[in-house]
């Protein structure tokens, strides 16, 4: 498995985890439509969260929260749009996007499996990051 593959599971186990221990309770994981993918869907009570993840290395260009590009926000809402079509138990939900970013300064082997928990990582946790409009 690619560093790439290997770093993005990890984070997307990672924040929810961390939604978890906030109380939200896991709905999907990498819902899919045409439009797009979202990574995580979590609910807390009446509030529906849809999750964009991303994890950086240093040497790949900016930081994991710049990759979340207006074209990247709208193929996200389109996505949560159909997520609520098809599931209409969910259309009074409040809606929220959130992104959860994991950036790691040092270079990571590109060879070898890894424990990322173990490496020094800044995260940031965006709430309402992005809205319908």
Not at 32 to 53: A, N, P, T, Y
Request: proline residues 2%; contains cysteine; hydrophobic residues 40%.
């Amino acid at each position: 498995m690619l560093l790439a593959q290997q770093l993005g599971k990890w984070a997307e186990q990672t924040a929810l985890n961390l939604l978890q221990a906030q109380n939200y309770v896991w709905v999907t994981s990498n819902y899919h439509s045409r439009r797009g993918e979202v990574d995580l869907i979590v609910k807390r009570g009446q509030e529906l969260v849809f999750v964009e993840v991303k994890a950086r290395t240093i040497g790949n260009y900016g930081q994991a929260c710049e990759m979340v590009t207006w074209t990247k926000q709208k193929k996200i809402i389109k996505t949560a749009m159909r997520f609520l079509q098809r599931y209409p138990s969910y259309q009074d939900f409040y809606c929220r996007f959130d992104v959860i970013c994991f950036d790691f300064p040092q270079k990571i082997a590109k060879t070898v499996q890894h424990d990322f928990s173990k490496f020094h990582y800044d995260l940031q946790w965006i709430e309402n990051a992005f809205t319908l409009d």
